[in-house]
């Protein structure tokens, strides 16, 4: 799989491509749907399959409040290498960008600049300059200068709703974790590299693990059951805080930091994955950080419950007994 950053450093390789458009943010189950048709049509074809995503996405760049990300750059790029996409291009999305009327975003893009051969996209699939253009404005140039548009059909789950990554967000900013996992098709995760925190953690007798955000806003927010990877060859079961924590500081910054239960390691530098099983409370101010302690120590007994039952369901699921 190819990275490729910026429109000039498309190569001639990179043309005659079976191309879709789009954020990907999430990677669900509709993404997934889309890129199995891409590959298919590859196999049949042996044409490169080329993703162009945008970097920041549209609406980051667009709106004024900090919006929310499910899957950051380096997890979307492994959830579509994955897929078996070929060449991801990664557009810089800047004000310059943003203007590029329709008409001229086919033109000068897909045709001049990637010869694109198929265009496959979903049914809401809009682009150019104020989103003005759509399938029909694809499909009208595509058959004067040569090239096919394919518009997939919307994937539903199985409770007949659209799949978007904006209907995952609001699950999660809902707490409707499970929901969630069922429309991405995977479990939801946020991965990053470990940094400094201000080590108050180790004092009141929690270490924690602070994973980067990079200035990316979580959906979620709270306290969690999670499974970390990255550290050893197995997962490692461990409770996170999402938020501000009010009770020691009074900046607005959103932070995730992940206590783990089982082992007591330096982890600086490890880029390690957080996967989000249960939410157990939401962040809260405590007048004093014994108090603050004391829910801690409670908080993670629930977590421990939680994995004993996590596993006893996994055990009898093993000796073929049905769970009641
Ligand atoms: C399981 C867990 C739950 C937490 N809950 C809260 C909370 O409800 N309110 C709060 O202000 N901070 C909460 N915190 C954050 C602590 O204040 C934080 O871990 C501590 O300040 C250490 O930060 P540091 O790693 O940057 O030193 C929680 C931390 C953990 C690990
Ligand atoms: N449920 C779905 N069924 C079919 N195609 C989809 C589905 N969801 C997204 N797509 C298509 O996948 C491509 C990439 O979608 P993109 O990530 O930009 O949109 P999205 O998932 O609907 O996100 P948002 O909710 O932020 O609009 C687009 O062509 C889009 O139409």
């Not at 086919?106 to 809401?124: E, M, P």
């Not at 900013?173 to 995760?189: K, P, T």
């Not at 120590?297 to 419950?305: F, M, Q, Y």
Request: charged share 25%.
């Amino acid at each position: 799989m190819e990275f490729v950053r910026g429109l000039h450093n498309i190569k001639s390789h990179h043309k005659g491509c079976i191309l879709t458009i789009g954020n990907f943010d999430g990677f669900h189950r509709g993404h997934q749907a889309l890129l199995k048709k891409l590959q298919k049509k590859r196999n049949i074809l042996k044409l490169p399959v080329v993703v162009m995503i945008f970097e920041p996405q549209p609406k980051e760049y667009l709106s004024n409040i900090i919006a929310i990300r499910l899957t950051r750059l380096r997890d979307k790029v492994n959830y579509l290498c994955t897929a078996g996409v070929d060449v991801i291009l990664c557009i810089t999305f800047n004000k310059k960008f943003a203007a590029i009327e329709a008409y001229n975003f086919i033109k000068n893009i897909l045709i001049s600049k990637l010869d694109v051969r198929f265009v496959y996209i979903g049914d809401d699939f809009r682009f150019g300059a104020f989103r003005k253009g759509d399938f029909i404005l694809l499909k009208k140039i595509g058959k004067n200068e040569g090239f096919k548009v394919i518009r997939i059909a919307t994937y539903f789950d199985e409770n007949n709703r659209r799949i978007s990554s904006t209907a995952i967000r609001v699950a999660l900013v809902e707490n409707r974790i499970l929901d969630a996992e069922l429309l991405l098709g995977h479990s939801y995760c946020i991965s990053g590299r470990v940094v400094h925190g201000d080590e108050l953690g180790r004092r009141i007798g929690f270490p924690t693990a602070n994973v980067s955000l990079q200035g990316k806003r979580l959906p979620i927010h709270g306290v969690y059951a999670v499974e970390v990877y990255g550290i050893s060859n197995h997962p490692l079961q461990g409770i996170a805080n999402v938020g501000i924590r009010p009770t020691v500081t009074g900046k607005n910054q959103q932070k995730l930091e992940v206590h783990l239960l089982n082992v007591s390691t330096n982890l600086y530098t490890y880029h390690i994955k957080v996967v989000f099983l249960a939410k157990i409370r939401d962040e809260q101010y405590f007048s004093s950080v014994k108090i603050l302690q004391r829910q801690i120590k409670s908080d993670i007994i629930k977590v421990r419950s939680y994995f004993n039952k996590i596993n006893n369901i996994n055990k009898i699921y093993k000796n073929g007994i049905i769970y009641k």
